[in-house]
């Protein structure tokens, strides 16, 4: 694998892509797929963009993140044009924290359920692919433990092949309309590097120790 970008552009009411390199990415990702048995995507900041906490009103409540969509179109992006691409069945695990408990209302109001919903129609974008997501709780002594955002690819004997840390998150498939984003419709750049292997047993070690913690597991519709 090599360092590569995506960049998004300002159309006129959306973002634009460069095929070329929306293909390289492809290239590079289903290349170390195809060896793989399991990719892992760890990105912390998975919850409080699926969903946020409203408080214009009394009665404060659960609602769509800004970026929801963008999360749930990138999986979806994810299958359809790599992990089903691969010459085997590939795992895929998501792994995340649950920064949203750190607000006081989300426990006194009891929007975990709500929030829960929303997780699982995330996961649930995998059609084609068993999947979980691994929701950990807060823990602000391991909310950075790993700080950039990282694929994991793992052989059938859980040993790590590859990982590849990607920046500024795993929602790079952006099909709504500007509006949507207002005053951050700007050009936006993604940046996938290769992990160095002189690091790869720290990688796994504190990959380990995040699936290790307390927090709950949500499988995708085709496992139930």
């Known amino acids: 694998m090599f360092e ?10 959306d973002y634009t892509y460069n095929k070329i390199e929306i293909e390289i990415f492809k290239k590079k990702i289903l290349k170390v797929l195809n060896i793989s ?4 995507i760890w990105d912390q900041y998975i919850p409080d963009n699926l969903a946020t906490i409203d408080k214009r009103y009394q009665k404060k409540t659960i609602k769509v993140g800004k970026y929801n969509n963008d999360y749930c179109n990138t999986l979806k992006f994810l299958e359809d044009e ?3 691409k691969s010459n085997k069945k590939i795992n895929c695990e998501i792994l995340t924290m649950n920064k949203l408990e750190t607000d006081w209302d989300y426990k006194k109001l009891d929007l975990d359920k709500v929030f829960i919903k ?55 498939i952006k099909k709504q309309h500007k509006s949507n984003y207002g005053s951050q419709y700007r ?22 120790i995040l699936s290790n913690l307390k927090g709950r597991e949500l499988s995708n519709s085709i496992q139930n």
Request: net charge positive.
């Open 4 to 13: 590569f970008n995506i960049k998004l552009l300002k159309g006129q009411n």
């Open 37 to 40: 048995h399991k990719i892992t």
């Open 82 to 84: 790599i992990f089903t």
């Open 118 to 172: 929303l997780a699982q129609d995330y996961v649930d974008q995998l059609k084609k692919t068993n999947a979980k997501l691994l929701i950990k709780n807060y823990a602000i002594d391991y909310w950075d433990l790993q700080h950039s955002r990282v694929f994991v690819f793992k052989d059938e004997f859980n040993q790590l092949i590859s990982y590849c840390i990607f920046e500024p998150g795993a929602d790079f």
């Open 187 to 208: 050009v936006r750049n993604y940046k996938f590097t290769p992990g160095n292997k002189t690091n790869f047993d720290s990688v796994n070690s504190v990959m380990q």
